[in-house]
T-cell receptor, first 113, second 113 residues
C-alpha cells in the first residue's frame, strides 16, 4: 500500500517568515494530494489540494508543489501569522473506487509572534 | 465547502457500555464516509470505509464486531463502540466523501472510565 513520509515533525518560525513542509509517497499511481490543517481538539480542515496533472497550485499565502518523478510534494506558507500555528497533515490517494487517503505523520507548526 | 457534523462532540462512559457516534453530511450526499481514530499527538488511522446501503469495509486489525458501522442513508453514518474499554479512549473522526475530496467532521472525544 501507499506510504507517506512527512518532514519535519515540528517547525518553529518567526511571524512573517515562510514555512515549508515536505512529503514523499511510495506509490507512483497516487494522483491526488490534499493538505489538512488541524487545530487542537478539532477535526482536520482541508486547506489545499493538488492533482497529479498539475505541478503547482496557489491559494493566497498557501502553495503546494508536486514532483511526480521524485514522488514528493510540499506545502509552502508565506508571511506566516500566529493563527497558522497548528498541526499540518499531508496525504496521498489513488482515485480509484475507494479514494482512501494515506496520511503523513503530521507537522506541528508554531509561529512565534 | 462541504460540511460534516458529528454528535456527540464528547462522551464519557463506564467500561462495558456501548457508545454510538453519528456522522452527518449537512450540505451534500456522501455515498462513502470514512471513520478514523486519532491518539494524542499522532496521525490519523483509518478504521473503516462506510458505504451507503452496504457493509462497511474494515482495515486490518480493526474488529468489526467491536466497531459497528451503519450507513443507512446518504447523509448519515454511525459508529457504535460496543463494550467499550479504557483502551478505546480516543478521538474518533469521520469524513464525508464529496466527489474526490474528503471533508472531516469535528471529531468525537471518547473517554472510557
Amino acid at each position: 500500500g501507499e506510504n507517506v513520509e512527512q518532514h519535519p515533525s515540528t517547525l518553529s518560525v518567526q511571524e512573517g517568515d515562510s514555512a515549508v513542509i515536505k512529503c514523499t509517497y511510495s506509490d507512483s499511481a497516487s494522483n491526488y494530494f490534499p493538505w489538512y490543517k488541524q487545530e487542537l481538539g478539532k477535526g482536520p480542515q482541508l486547506i489545499i489540494d493538488i492533482r497529479s496533472n498539475v505541478g503547482e497550485k496557489k491559494d493566497q499565502r498557501i502553495a503546494v508543489t508536486l514532483n511526480k518523478t521524485a514522488k514528493h510534494f510540499s506545502l509552502h506558507i508565506t508571511e506566516t501569522q500566529p493563527e497558522d500555528s497548528a498541526v499540518y497533515f499531508c496525504a496521498a490517494s489513488l482515485h480509484n473506487n475507494d479514494y482512501k487517503l494515506s496520511f503523513g505523520a503530521g507537522t506541528t507548526v508554531t509561529v512565534r509572534a | 465547502g462541504a460540511v460534516v457534523s458529528q454528535h456527540p462532540s464528547r462522551v464519557i462512559c463506564k467500561s462495558g457500555t456501548s457508545v454510538k457516534i453519528e456522522c452527518r453530511s449537512l450540505d451534500f450526499q456522501a455515498t462513502t464516509m470514512f471513520w478514523y481514530r486519532q491518539f494524542p499527538k499522532q496521525s490519523l488511522m483509518l478504521m473503516a470505509t462506510s458505504n451507503e446501503g452496504s457493509k462497511a469495509t474494515y482495515e486490518q486489525g480493526v474488529e468489526k464486531d467491536k466497531f459497528l458501522i451503519n450507513h443507512a442513508s446518504l447523509t448519515l453514518s454511525t459508529l457504535t463502540v460496543t463494550s467499550a474499554h479504557p483502551e478505546d479512549s480516543s478521538f474518533y473522526i469521520c469524513t464525508g466523501q464529496n466527489q474526490e475530496t474528503q471533508y472531516f467532521g469535528p471529531g468525537t472525544r471518547l473517554l472510557v472510565l
